[in-house]
């Protein structure tokens, strides 16, 4: 589904309109390059590299074990972000698919910031790992 643009990553369009509805009404929480990089899967992910051609495949150069570098696999499968990842889960528990994540940051402050944490370290690494 899109909506202005924007790939919407919810499967049932009721499910996400009920979390527009939270997300716009949050009083927590801004938005950063690298966690828009991470919810849109716009960035620094083999596949999407691999789509606008700046990659020859959209395997992780991160982890031996992955056939595809996706914002879903950074986010809740690569090894190279383990540490990362319990930190996260401390805080957002251990549902890392995107619509579960989303409904958390919005719950909380606390989790939005656990969010906010994971993307800006983790999609710096990726960002500096792809101008080598």
């Known amino acids: 589904m ?4 924007v790939r919407i990553f919810f499967s049932d369009n009721l499910g996400f ?3 527009l509805d939270n997300w716009l009404g949050r009083r927590h929480g801004s938005l950063s390059f ?3 990089q991470v919810l849109s899967g716009h960035g ?3 596949k999407y590299l691999c789509r606008i051609n700046r990659e020859p495949d959209a395997r992780c150069h991160h982890c031996v074990h992955c056939g595809e570098d996706t914002a879903q696999h950074t986010l809740a499968e690569c090894a190279a972000w383990e540490e990362q ?3 996260l889960t401390n805080e957002v528990g251990g549902d890392l698919s995107l619509p579960a994540v989303v409904r958390k940051m919005v ?3 606390e989790s939005w910031d656990a969010v906010v944490s994971f993307c ?3 999609m710096s690494q990726k960002e500096a790992a792809e101008r080598e």
């Open 2 to 5: 899109n909506l202005y643009g």
């Open 17 to 19: 309109f009920l979390m």
């Open 34 to 36: 690298r966690v828009t």
């Open 44 to 46: 620094c992910f083999g």
């Open 85 to 87: 990842r319990r930190v």
């Open 107 to 109: 719950g909380s402050a």
């Open 120 to 122: 800006e370290d983790v």
